[in-house]
């Protein structure tokens, strides 16, 4: 059974960094198709935020979090990560984990979420 498990979430202050994990089990993603990371806000539709391509590593992400926001893998441990720097209170949501994605905003699998809260 394939569970993705995401952590380090939590309240900051604007301007912070915090970092999120996803750890995969049941399959190893990591070289096969995308994993990403979406968010939703209260009152909002879910948003992609990141991908990355497990074949070479390509990062894709969405406008507003370029510069701010870094993806990466650790393909040992079958973990994504999002490093998210200089956090502002729009931030604030609600974080994802996705994998198996055959396209950037597609995917079969999904975490729980991860609260992320940004104060001003």
């Known amino acids: 059974q394939v569970q993705l498990v995401e952590s380090g979430g939590g309240l900051v202050q604007a301007g912070g960094s915090l970092r999120l994990s996803c750890a995969a089990s049941g399959r190893t993603f990591n070289r096969y198709g995308m994993m990403g990371w979406f968010r939703q806000a209260p009152g909002k539709e879910r948003e992609f935020v990141a991908a990355?391509?497990?074949?070479?590593?390509?990062?894709y992400y969405a406008d507003s979090m370029k510069g701010r926001f870094t993806i990466s893998t650790d393909n040992a441990k079958n973990t994504v990560y999002l490093q998210m720097n200089s956090l502002k209170p729009e931030d604030t949501a609600v974080y994802y984990c996705?994998?198996?994605?055959?396209?950037?905003?597609?995917?079969?699998?999904w975490g729980q979420g991860t609260q992320v809260t940004v104060s001003s």
């Open positions: 996705a994998a198996g994605g055959y396209s950037i905003y597609e995917y079969p699998y």
């Open positions: 990355i391509r497990g074949s070479d590593e390509r990062t």
